[in-house]
T-cell receptor, first 117, second 112 residues
Framework: KAGVTQTPRYLIKTRGQQVTLSCSPI?????VSWYQQTPGQGLQFLFE???????NKGNFPGRFSGRQFSNSRSEMNVSTLELGDSALYLC????????????????FGAGTRLSVL | DAKTTQPNSMESNEEEPVHLPCNHS???????IHWYRQLPSQGPEYVIH???SNVNNRMASLAIAEDRKSSTLILHRATLRDAAVYYC?????????????FGGGTRLMVKP
């Protein structure tokens, strides 16, 4: 079974630009979550999509957005990039959502490393 | 959400057992204890989880204190490939879905 695939693996952008990152979950998984990892803040939850609906959202500005398609693939978008957005962006997929998710395993991709110059 | 406390780092010798502690004194009765680890240059990977009873799988064992205020992840024979950051995470049995709240974790160094 193929794992979680994130594309691209590396990305370089300049301040003010926007970026779209893609995540293909494991087949059959309906939940996709996004995380940002930086040396200073560690791993922080961005948002979760389940069956095309955003179910949970972390404490990030509105410049960070996402969506999920009917095939469960997900994209996240960051508009008006800032230097502080340089980070590793991780996507995780899970089979279950809601209350059942508490016993659920999340499978992470290798991440997209975004550098903002 | 209930918080966890872990040592920043630990060292182990290869082929020896490793006990990684986690304190979670404010855990609620329905919180599950999950462990993930992150190997260098990779995304986190699931290790094990439990509620009240000790759990074993092919990767590790999870020992949960009787009062559930602490737990210990046990790697029975550490290998160099086990060098990683280990995260102890509490997951509430509510509608929080798949949101994981990561702390700083414990960086495990394995010496040959």
């Amino acid at each position: 079974k193929a794992g979680v695939t994130q594309t691209p693996r590396y990305l370089i952008k300049t301040r003010g630009q926007q970026v779209t990152l893609s995540c293909s979950p494991i087949s059959g998984h309906r939940s996709v979550s996004w995380y940002q990892q930086t040396p200073g803040q560690g791993l922080q939850f961005l948002f979760e999509y389940f069956s095309e609906t955003q179910r949970n959202k972390g404490n990030f500005p509105g410049r960070f957005s996402g969506r999920q398609f009917s095939n469960s693939r997900s994209e996240m978008n960051v508009s008006t990039l800032e230097l502080g957005d340089s980070a590793l962006y991780l996507c995780a997929s899970s089979r279950l959502g809601g209350r059942e998710a508490v016993r659920n395993i999340q499978y992470f991709g290798a991440g997209t490393r975004l550098s903002v110059l | 959400d209930a918080k966890t406390t872990q040592p920043n780092s630990m060292e182990s010798n290869e082929e020896e057992p490793v006990h990684l502690p986690c304190n979670h004194s404010t855990i609620s009765g329905t919180d599950y204890i999950h462990w993930y680890r992150q190997l260098p240059s990779q995304g986190p990977e699931y290790v094990i989880h439990g509620l009240t009873s000790n759990v074993n799988n092919r990767m590790a064992s999870l020992a949960i204190a009787e009062d559930r205020k602490s737990s210990t992840l046990i790697l029975h024979r550490a290998t160099l490939r086990d060098a990683a950051v280990y995260y102890c995470i509490l997951r509430a049995n509510n509608n929080a879905g798949n949101m994981l709240t990561f702390g700083g974790g414990t960086r495990l160094m394995v010496k040959p």
